[in-house]
Nanobody, 122 residues
Framework: VQLVESGGGLVQAGGSLRLSCAAS????????MGWFRQQPGKERETVVT????????YYEDSVKGRFTISKDNTKKTMYLQMNNLNYEDTAVYYC????????????????WGQGTQVTVSS
């Protein structure tokens, strides 16, 4: 299993970014996946998780209505569309995968990408 994130960068508050997570070595339908983020000095937190087979999603409250998870099966890529970004969204964003059921707990995800930095200027 390999996950590679891209798409991070510097954006002004109120702006948008789309993160990508290129996946290989497993089938989307058998794994739950998610986006997580970590700010300096803080624990990694869940942004959104999804079970692709059932369509079940979990969005962290602060991103509901602003962030959207999606995928392109042909490209084996997962996306995180982030709109109306604010300073508190600044973090390193990671994609992750786990075999089986959806979980909102980062510690239950076995496979992680290297992360991509998102910086929102106020």
């Amino acid at each position: 299993v390999q996950l590679v994130e891209s798409g991070g960068g510097l954006v002004q508050a109120g702006g948008s970014l789309r993160l990508s997570c290129a996946a290989s070595g497993f089938s989307f339908s058998r794994y739950a996946m998610g986006w997580f983020r970590q700010q300096p000095g803080k624990e990694r937190e869940t942004v959104v998780t999804i079970n692709w087979l059932s369509g079940t999603t979990y969005y962290e409250d602060s991103v509901k209505g602003r962030f959207t998870i999606s995928k392109d099966n042909t490209k084996k890529t997962m996306y995180l569309q982030m709109n109306n970004l604010n300073y508190e969204d600044t973090a390193v964003y990671y994609c992750a995968a786990r075999r089986g059921a959806i979980s909102s707990l980062p510690r239950e995800y076995e496979h992680w990408g290297q992360g991509t930095q998102v910086t929102v200027s106020s």
